[in-house]
Nanobody
Framework: QVQLVESGGGLVQAGGSLRLSCAAS????????MGWFRQAPGKEREFVGV????????YFADSVKGRFTISGDHAKNLVFLQMNSLKPEDTAVYYC???????????????WGQGTQVTVSS
């Protein structure tokens, strides 16, 4: 079992930046691929990005590629989603996810956090 707790959401103006954090516990962090999803009101949850367990590979949705990055602090069991050049359409609840591989995470078959709200004003 893996427990995930997100933090760092909030209100930001368009063009601004925000960094989300996800704290993982319950399983060796280095064995987990870590990812992020988001869900806007009235829409389905969508994949944002994922980082491999080794940290040497990341994959992103086309909608955020070049603006978002994922990094990890293995010593503190933390993963971060750095969001730059934010747009109003990035407004959503952002969820952290963890799984045994990037395939598992991207398929939305991993563990989930409770989510954190990100609101981008125009």
């Amino acid at each position: 079992q893996v427990q995930l707790v997100e933090s760092g959401g909030g209100l930001v103006q368009a063009g601004g930046s925000l960094r989300l954090s996800c704290a993982a516990s319950g399983r060796t962090f280095s064995s987990l691929a870590m990812g992020w999803f988001r869900q806007a009101p009235g829409k389905e949850r969508e994949f944002v990005g994922v980082m491999s367990s080794t940290g040497d590979s990341t994959y992103f949705a086309d909608s955020v590629k070049g603006r978002f990055t994922i990094s990890g602090d293995h010593a503190k069991n933390l993963v971060f989603l750095q969001m730059n050049s934010l747009k109003p359409e990035d407004t959503a609840v952002y969820y952290c996810s963890a799984g045994g591989s990037t395939v598992v995470v991207r398929a939305a078959q991993g563990y989930w956090g409770q989510g954190t709200q990100v609101t981008v004003s125009s």
